[in-house]
């Protein structure tokens, strides 16, 4: 299981979309509040005594936090994003969601939302 997810993390970071990019550069290198993220990552958890993995789009180990870049895909997917933040949830992560929107046309709000939801959490 590891090996494939990490083949497909790997695989959806050549295929980063302009707001997964803009995102990254604002965190990568300890950027921002000098926490480490890591993108497309996998998050491994049992599911009926099989092993099962969802990618997140941005983690920070250190805040056990997933970060989500939503685009228009997640309009038709809510229920399967609700039920995946359930499962990380008890996993014992903190999830938040921007949407491609907010990452390309206001950045600064989105670096202040993400800093008072870590302050919060």
Known sequence: MA???FETARDLRKRSTVAEDAFW???RN???LDLKFKRQFPIEFDY?????FFIADF????????????GG????QKEYDKLRDEIMNILGL???RF????????LEKVKNSLTLFLWKG
């Open 3 to 5: 090996k494939f997810a």
């Open 25 to 27: 550069q604002m965190v």
């Open 30 to 32: 300890r950027r921002f």
């Open 48 to 52: 009926e005594d099989h092993k099962r």
């Open 59 to 70: 983690y920070c180990h250190d805040k056990k936090l997933v970060v989500e870049i939503d």
């Open 73 to 76: 895909i997640h309009e038709s």
């Open 94 to 96: 903190k999830i938040i």
């Open 99 to 106: 949407s491609n929107i907010d990452i390309l046309n206001n």
